[in-house]
């Protein structure tokens, strides 16, 4: 019976690079940076959209003209 080394996780085809492992046993020691990514995700994406005003952006923008050469 095979085992799998220490670094396998599925979905990585066996391999897992010493940043990867690096990485995986920093979040653990330090869990606050998991969370300050989610806050950050959600601060910068996850964020509602006013759709009254982006419909008046749209009605109010002027359209670009393109450069006339002559």
């Known amino acids: 019976m095979r085992t799998a080394h220490k670094g396998y996780r599925p979905g ?9 492992e690096f990485m ?4 653990e020691e330090h869990p606050e940076v998991v969370e300050d990514q989610r806050r950050g995700w959600y601060l910068f994406w996850d964020h ?12 109010d923008s002027v359209p670009v003209k393109g450069y006339d050469y002559l």
């Not at 990585?12 to 990867?20: D, L, Q």
């Not at 509602?48 to 009605?59: F, G, L, V």
Request: proline fraction near 0%; glycine fraction near 4%.
């Open 12 to 20: 990585h085809e066996g391999y897992v690079s010493e940043f990867t």
């Open 24 to 27: 995986d046993h920093y979040l």
């Open 48 to 59: 509602k959209a006013n759709q009254a005003s982006i419909k008046e952006e749209k009605e």
